[in-house]
């Protein structure tokens, strides 16, 4: 039987899994929901003032990163567009919430429209 694949952005984690469970109660078994990002980690969990905390990077702190294995990394995400504010990503952003499915051929247009019908971009 051929499968088709699917994978659709999120802008939350809420919709990602209304979507989830949507696709289960049709009737698809292999769906999947992770975070995705540019960068490893989750950045810093608490509120930081920048003028007055400590913090290792800039990248920690506007991007949202963790970067374990030294400086250089994180002086390169910094660098970024992203990290000085003046870049916004446009309409294309498609979120940091990744779900996938695997679904037979045949039923990949009903499953894409689940998709969709909660905001999920293909």
Request: net charge negative.
């Amino acid at each position: 039987m051929k499968e088709r694949n699917i994978l659709a952005g999120f802008k939350t984690i809420e919709a990602a899994e209304k979507a989830a469970q949507s696709l289960r109660q049709a009737g698809f078994e292999t769906i999947q929901i992770a975070h995705i990002g540019q960068y490893p980690g989750d950045g810093l969990e608490e509120i930081t003032n920048p003028i007055t905390s400590d913090f290792p990077s800039l990248a920690t702190l506007t991007q949202a990163g963790d970067f374990p294995n030294g400086r250089d990394a994180s002086v390169l995400a910094a660098a970024g567009p992203d990290a000085s504010g003046m870049a916004d990503r446009g309409v294309e952003n498609i979120g940091n919430i990744l779900l996938t499915a695997v679904v037979p051929e045949e039923r990949g247009d009903e499953a894409v429209q689940i998709i969709e019908s909660f905001g999920g971009t293909i």
